[in-house]
């Protein structure tokens, strides 16, 4: 199995392809761009949208669906958004046999088909806010495309609120950061960074845009969700008003926010190893698998018993557990396959276990003996998983900070920001007080980007690494997907 | 609340549209053709989702994803198909600016695009059955459109299965048609007949199209989900192969199957009422409210404090419930208004009921006092409004099968069939050895069509009622959305 997966080090862009097509989480599709999600990819996605929609509900929201077609005059209302959809947009010109009057975009993203709708919803300060979140498939014509990471179709949430005053609005652009954060960090284990977006790198039509950021297992960056408080721009262009309560009418403060498929390549990247996936039980499709090991016939009956009776109390337990019981495969390609599928426990039942009533219990996150346990009793197998589910997935988080944390670097200077990138690579923390054309520089001369303004910057006052201006203003930059 | 609905005597159709547009379904959007799913409508749709979902799961399938987009030359592989969609399609041309080379269909149904991926997943026997389900949105370029009974991109999901043998295929067609009536008479509490479609019916491409067909409000038919037998057709456009046991090369059977955002419309017509919505509390996003009554400041104290009390313990239970304490309302608009949404179980209390330690408890399916309990003590009211809901989820279902059972009407000829539909209308149980012509002509005379070949069919031999042959088949003809 792993000889099919090219070494992280060797070539991480390889790593996860071949993870991505052995684990069989995706695949390119005949439509240039686009990609199949395979079931074991898809069911990822499954618990990546279980995860935030619960939280979704528990902040008020709710779900609706707007049409997947947008009038292209719609596209053109808010003048930056059409600046920066429109050399990506997918365009309808025929419907039924028929040239369109006017042509039909495939939505890119929402703001302005839910920004007319919300015109009309919202009458006075009562109809306010407004929590909607929609599930979709959006579209944007992208050149270059990586499984989940950048497809021309994704799926994603967008989430689209109105409220009264600016105060509210930000307020839920926070908090939905939060329900982003809390979600990466307890169920998918990335310690992901909050920050705020830079002037360049916001959302076309935003006043302002707050992201998690990733590291991944290369050093490099993965902007993971997004929240975005749009002012009253869309307001302004799709007339989204209300009467407050002494009858004077004012425009909307608006937000939306998203993460999509893309986080299932965080997931990957920020976990995986040379072996392939490594899973957050929180998520993992498949939890717990149990091998059988025999040799003889009499031996397969009795193995087999066992194992069908932990996989029982198991399963009554809630955990996902799946028994391999296919008989052409052995033991060892099957804990190898498991392995590189990323389970987060193994459970390997043999004769001599069954004789002491007992199982060895492998753990995905430390490799070989060091993650085996011998002699569980089987009558405690159920607490014991569970329990181990738990240590494997704050392990995963703490692998990933430890990770994270090693491979921040903070640089005084740009001589040394140059240095480091490209030595050591990762997340350079740096006090920053440049403008668009300094980042501009920056990247072109070494790839790298603002992924964040943090939110939590002890630093302090400092000059910027690159002006030599005295700021409080910290920048993470890193080269990213 | 009320005068706004049409009664359903009057227009059946604007009946409709009027429940739609007041309980907060859906309502059209700027595009032609498109709705909106409001939060309320969508939640309906999250029931359904979750209710097949779930068996889907049961019965072995996994979820995945395959794009929205697909060339148009896949379209044409399989010659019937073709000719179904080729009117329907939306096409794309445009793609990042520039015109596309091969302009790709927004997908109408995915058949081919599965069967090209199928192609390649599939090599041996081991691989199969496949057994694969996706949730999508499909778009199809429908003239004439109605909120969730036909809009030109509607939500849905379609299974699609690989089997080695004829006999397995069809089996999973049959299932898969059962896992749809187990769904719609047990969660929606709509009594579907399940029936065969005629070769005029079926599905372009399948061998033999299966279906679930509702009665509606008006008499008319609904089809509800349809699962598919394909045979080898699509196996022959596609290439589905594999290698059997005894390494010889065999084409695959498959199936398609599938559910839409049209169960939506047939909970709204199979139960709704003058007042308006009725909801089967399976599906019902609020399966009960609790209206507080009072006159003075200290009543709304006490009223309040056991009507936050009665919640609270009805959510702990896992009931859906609403304590709706809007102070600018008055309890009469409260019932109308949860009445016309249909709120299966209401909840008073007032003052007197405090005191007494008790509510009062009305029932959505029973009009007036009559569907009124006095004095249920509120220790007990947990349990007893689990009881009220499985009461009136089995009431909902018995009425629509008394319904159904006295406008299905049984004809020897022509000229009776004609006349029953044209004064009672409703289903026609006929004997019938027709043909597609037969059909073409019956429907161009009484706009009647058969909905299916009910798979139960007592009858025994008899003569069809048009073309007078002996024949055991048996036809339901109807009027249908």
Not at 321 to 331: A, F, M, N
């Amino acid at each position: 199995m792993a000889e099919k997966i090219t070494s992280r080090q060797e070539d991480y862009s390889r790593w996860y392809l071949d993870v991505i097509r052995e684990a069989e989480l995706a695949e390119n599709s005949p439509v240039r761009g686009c990609m199949v999600i395979r079931p074991y990819g898809f069911q990822l996605w499954e618990g990546v949208k279980e995860g935030v929609d619960r939280r979704f509900k528990a902040t008020g929201h709710q779900n609706a669906y707007f049409p997947l077609f947008i009038p292209m005059s719609f596209i053109q209302k808010e003048t930056q958004h059409v600046e920066g959809f429109a050399p990506e947009l997918a365009v309808v010109t025929i419907g039924g046999g028929k040239e369109l009057e006017e042509p039909l975009v495939i939505r890119p993203t929402s703001e302005t088909i839910i920004g007319h709708t919300y015109a009309r919803w919202i009458q006075s300060y009562r109809d306010l806010p407004l929590l909607i979140n929609q599930w979709a498939n959006v579209v944007r014509w992208e050149p270059r495309t990586r499984p989940f990471l950048r497809t021309m179709e994704f799926l994603w949430q967008e989430g689209h609120t109105a409220h009264a005053t600016a105060e509210e609005a930000i307020e839920e652009t926070l908090q939905m950061l939060e329900v982003y954060a809390d979600f990466a960090i307890n169920d998918a284990a990335i310690p992901v960074i909050k920050g705020r977006k830079t002037e360049r790198e916001k959302f076309a039509g935003a006043i302002d845009s707050y992201t998690i950021e990733a590291m991944m297992g290369n050093g490099w960056a993965l902007q993971s969700g997004t929240s975005h408080y749009l002012g009253t721009n869309f307001a302004h262009a799709f007339d989204i008003k209300y009467l407050d309560q002494s009858g004077t009418e004012q425009y909307c403060h608006t937000t939306s926010w998203g993460v999509s498929t893309r986080m299932v390549g965080a997931i990957i990247m920020a976990h995986g190893d040379d072996q392939g996936l490594r899973l957050p039980p929180v998520l993992a499709p498949i939890q717990a698998v149990i091998v059988p090991i025999w040799r003889k016939d009499k031996e397969r009956t009795d193995v087999l018993g066992v194992a069908e009776s932990v996989r029982a109390s198991l399963a009554d337990a809630g955990i996902r557990v799946r028994l391999d019981d296919r008989d052409e495969l052995t033991p060892g390609f099957k804990f190898n396959d498991w392995e590189m599928r990323g389970v987060p426990v193994r459970i390997e039942i043999g004769p001599r276990d069954v004789k002491q009533d007992a199982v060895v219990v492998a753990r995905r996150d430390r490799p070989g003996k060091e993650g085996k346990q011998f002699g569980i009793p089987v009558s405690g197998i159920t607490e014991y998983i569970k329990d181990m589910l738990e240590t494997v997935q704050a392990a995963l988080l703490e692998q990933a900070t430890e990770f994270r944390d090693a491979n921040t670097h903070h640089v005084d200077s740009y001589g040394q920001f140059k240095e480091v990138l490209e030595e050591e690579g990762g997340f350079l923390r740096v006090h920053w007080a440049g403008g668009v054309e300094d980042e501009e520089c920056i990247q072109e001369e070494t790839k790298a980007t603002v992924r964040c303004l943090p939110l939590d910057a002890p630093e302090g006052d400092g000059e910027c690494f690159y002006t030599g201006q005295k700021t409080d203003q910290v920048a993470i930059f890193a080269r990213a997907y």
